[in-house]
């Protein structure tokens, strides 16, 4: 592990490790990048307009569950 682990992390990560686990990295898209805004825009603007529209976000509405607490505002 590199200089950025947490402290006291050593027992934890063997633990895992003698559990069968181990360590992996990937990389996510950055939702918070300009370009990933704009790119949304764009597939939804695309999603609305297409002749399937209604049944995609009838999809969407069946499989999303909107955040009902006092954090998610």
């Known amino acids: 592990m590199g200089p950025e682990a947490a ?3 050593a027992p934890r990560r063997q ?3 003698t559990q069968g686990m181990r ?4 990389w996510v898209t950055n939702v918070h990048a300009p370009e990933f805004a704009a790119e ?3 597939q939804c603007l695309l999603a ?4 399937e529209g209604a ?3 009838a999809f969407i509405d ?3 569950e909107w955040p009902d607490d006092e954090y998610s505002q």
């Open 7 to 9: 402290p006291g992390g």
């Open 15 to 17: 633990r895992l490790r």
């Open 23 to 26: 360590p992996i990295q990937i």
């Open 40 to 42: 949304a825009r764009r």
């Open 48 to 51: 609305n307009a297409s002749e």
């Open 55 to 57: 049944e995609i976000q």
């Open 62 to 64: 069946s499989v999303y």
